[in-house]
């Protein structure tokens, strides 16, 4: 039987603090960063775990080899089924509380070179001291598709890679950017079926240079590589910023090849997603862009490189529909505009970032 106890003869219970529970912190809309501190690190990669753990464990990687710099921002690409809305919150609760929140871009990839691995961070770092005293140098994808019949959409890239490779060269030829001075190669492709002979040229290529591999699409239409870049510039120049179409390479009134920043600053965005599939929803995405610029004392006038996450054809022509409503015409930024697998909403068509000069 069990009996109750009267109310008043009941010890006084002592009462229990409130539980304060963080807030997520979210990514920073923008970033102003040192040009000449900039450097580029690589999370390893696991398949250790599910996509939060291997999240946790790559943020804390970076920050492990950070050596007394700061990443501000970090570009996540997401293999697998694993919820990449989580990454945001993930980030938060890795980053310590007096740090400043990194920009960040999460995209989905078709796979990443080790199985079970499901995520990748590019990290975008300062380095203590300056690394750059002259500025970098950022480089356009150089995309080289298959235009032939295709009987096999996944069959081994390295060809196209070392076409791309090539034109990297020859643009870093052209802006006095030595082989050597390259300090991050991403090169985007469709298919990982040789990576052990693309990584390793891609290494030989660029010895001194951060450098990931990554499959774009599960199902890809057809192969394709496409090959980006930064290097540190050898010469200071009068320009802040100087748009460049180097010898040996196409011209496009699209996008510039390569852009040589002497810029003390420079403005990193977070990516912006296009909801839904009209003009006015890819507009709203570029609107959303314009006001962050604005608040980072900057505009698209000045921005110098874009880029661009479209997960499909459609989506890839509105942006080229639209972004020169918004960007200067006259001096296009350097770009990498390419298909991928998914983003971090179902409803979105495409997402991109931006990086500027500050007005």
Known sequence: MIVATPAAAQKKSKELPNQELDIPRDPSPFLKVETNRIGFLYSPLTEKGLLSQQTRDAIKAIRKNLKGGQIVKLRAFVAGTGDMRRVPSILSDEMGRRDVMPTLSVVQVGALPLEGAQVL???????????????????????VMKDAPVENPLEPVLPLVEQSLERLKTAGSGTKVAATDMIRVTCLVSS??????????????????????????????RPVAECEAVGRASTAAGEKIQLLNPEGLSASPNY??????????????????????????????????????????????????????????????????????????????????????????????????VMAAVN
């Open 192 to 221: 990982l079926a040789d990576y052990a002979a693309v990584s390793r040229k891609v290494a030989e290529s660029f010895p001194q240079a951060a450098t990931s591999v990554i499959q774009l699409q599960r199902g890809p239409l």
């Open 121 to 143: 961070l590019e990290a975008t770092i300062l380095e203590r001291k300056a690394a750059n005293p002259h500025g970098l140098v950022f480089f356009s994808g150089q995309q």
């Open 256 to 353: 510039s090849q390569a852009v040589a920043v002497h810029a003390p600053q420079i403005i990193l965005t977070s990516s912006q997603m296009a909801f839904g599939r009209n003009e006015s929803h890819a507009k709203l995405a570029f609107d959303r862009l314009k006001q962050v610029l604005e608040q980072a004392g900057s505009s698209f006038h000045q921005v110098f490189f874009t880029s661009f996450y479209p997960l499909t054809n459609p989506a890839a022509d509105q942006i080229r529909e639209q972004r020169f409503e918004y960007l200067d015409r006259s001096r296009p930024p350097a770009s990498t505009l390419i298909l991928f697998e998914g983003l971090p909403s179902h409803d979105a068509a495409f997402a991109f970032d």
